[in-house]
């Protein structure tokens, strides 16, 4: 039986865009909630993505214009080695094309 957080490669289309090492796979939640429960939408773009080399699936999160991109970097290092069930975990952070994307685990209901 397959992992829940991974997809079987029949699924990909041939067409999706690869960042960094990972396949993006469809834009998350546009527009399906209220606007104060999608307040962080002005911060960032979702999309569910698949890591190209392992199968798994993730959230990658673009940073948006505007935000502190350099911050972000300088203190990625210290956020993905924290281990506390109250945080999200961060895996990756990849910089392609002057935008900043943050991967994230994938939570499933």
Known sequence: MENQN???RE???SDMVSIGGYELLEKQNEGSKSNEVMKHRELF???KARRQNTNELVL???MKNGLDVESIES???QLKECDCE???RYLDLV???D????????VIN
Do not use: C, G, Q
């Open 60 to 62: 990658m999160a673009r």
């Open 45 to 47: 773009d979702e999309y």
């Open 11 to 13: 699924v990909i289309t």
């Open 95 to 97: 910089k392609e094309n």
């Open 75 to 77: 203190r990625f290092s």
């Open 99 to 106: 935008a900043l994307w943050v991967v994230i685990p994938v």
């Open 6 to 8: 991974t997809v079987s």
């Open 86 to 88: 109250f945080l999200v």
